[in-house]
């Protein structure tokens, strides 16, 4: 097997923190990962996402009530590659028109 070789034009990052006892016992993490990706030069999708989340949890123990809620948003460009793409969605008719989007490829 040969070397790993950095190439600038696929980059992924990212990062994170976490913080224990925040309050109630639960723990936090904050994150983000970002993807770069050159599709002209890989003949994929010709990305530029960005993926900021968080989650809130508190471990399981006897005799103690535990939770977890995580969220994550993503958004950025992607262009369509092949024909298999397929999207359906909706837009709401709100004053920030909000979007849910099922995306397979």
């Not at 990212?14 to 983000?32: C, D, H, P, S, T």
């Amino acid at each position: 097997m040969g070397p790993v070789r950095q190439d600038a034009a696929f980059e992924f990052w990212g990062l994170f923190y976490r913080k224990q006892q925040i309050g109630w016992g639960a723990n936090g993490e904050v994150y983000v990962l970002g993807l770069h990706e050159d599709g002209s030069r890989f003949g994929t999708r010709d990305r530029e996402l960005y993926t900021p989340g968080f989650r809130v949890y508190r471990d399981p123990a006897k005799a103690q009530f535990d939770f977890e809620l995580e969220s994550i948003l993503q958004f950025g460009e992607s262009r369509a590659s092949a024909a298999t793409d397929v999207q359906a969605g909706y837009t709401f008719d709100a004053p920030w028109s909000p979007r849910v989007l099922a995306q397979y490829d």
